[in-house]
Every structure is written in C-alpha cells, then in structure tokens.
C-alpha cells in the first residue's frame, strides 16, 4: 500500500508559478508511475502529468507551463507550475500505479490532494 501526502497548494495570482510536492510512503518508489491530477468543482478529475524514469507525459492543457520531476532518493514527486491561469484552479492530486496511463482508472493509489487557486 503506497501512501501519498501532497503539500505546496495555495493562492497565486495568474502568470505566476507554484511548486507541488508529493511524499510517498514506499521504498520502491524509483519502480512507480507516479502522476498528478486535478479536479475543479463541477468537473471530471483531468490527468495533469506522469512521469517514470526518464519519460514524461503531460495533458494538453499544462504542456510548455507544468514540469513534473521526482526526487527518487527521497521519494518525492513535484510539479512546477508556471505561467498560471485562473482555469488552473482545482485540486491536485498526487497518484501512483505500476503501469503507464493517462486515466484515473489506471491508478491506484492516491494522495487527499492539495488546493490551487489562481487569482485573475
């Protein structure tokens, strides 16, 4: 059973930048697929970025802002956002699976999530 913990929500104003971080509990964590996701209000949680060894996957919407890197030593997932905008509000979700995807479905285990939101 992995266990998630993400921190590093909050306000910011739009174009500016935010970095999540996410604390996994297992000490396989270098073998995981480890993503983020979000979830506004009235909306289908949305796949964010996923990431495993050197490969890295985003959602259109983030492509060219979000940055998603993990620190395997520590066992610390993170995502650097920038250039925020107010439709970037929602929660964020820290995941992680055994197997590549870009659905929900294909993950596991998850995080209590982390609230961003994004001043216009």
């Known amino acids: 059973q992995v266990q998630l913990r993400e921190s590093g929500g909050g306000l910011v104003q739009a174009g500016g930048s935010l970095t999540l971080a996410c604390a996994a509990s297992?000490?396989?964590?270098?073998?995981?697929?480890m993503g983020w996701f979000r979830q506004a209000p009235g909306k289908e949680r949305e796949f964010v970025a996923a990431t495993r060894w050197d490969i890295r996957i985003y959602g259109e919407s983030v492509q060219d802002r979000f940055t998603i890197t993990r620190d395997n030593a520590k066992n610390i997932l993170y995502l650097q956002m920038n250039s925020l905008k107010p439709e970037d509000t929602a929660v964020y979700y820290c995941?992680?699976?055994?197997?590549?995807?870009?659905?929900?479905?294909?993950?596991?285990?998850w995080g209590q999530g982390t609230q961003v939101t994004v001043s216009s």
């Open positions: 297992e000490t396989t964590f270098a073998n995981y697929v």
């Open positions: 995941a992680a699976s055994q197997r590549f995807g870009r659905s929900r479905n294909d993950f596991p285990y």
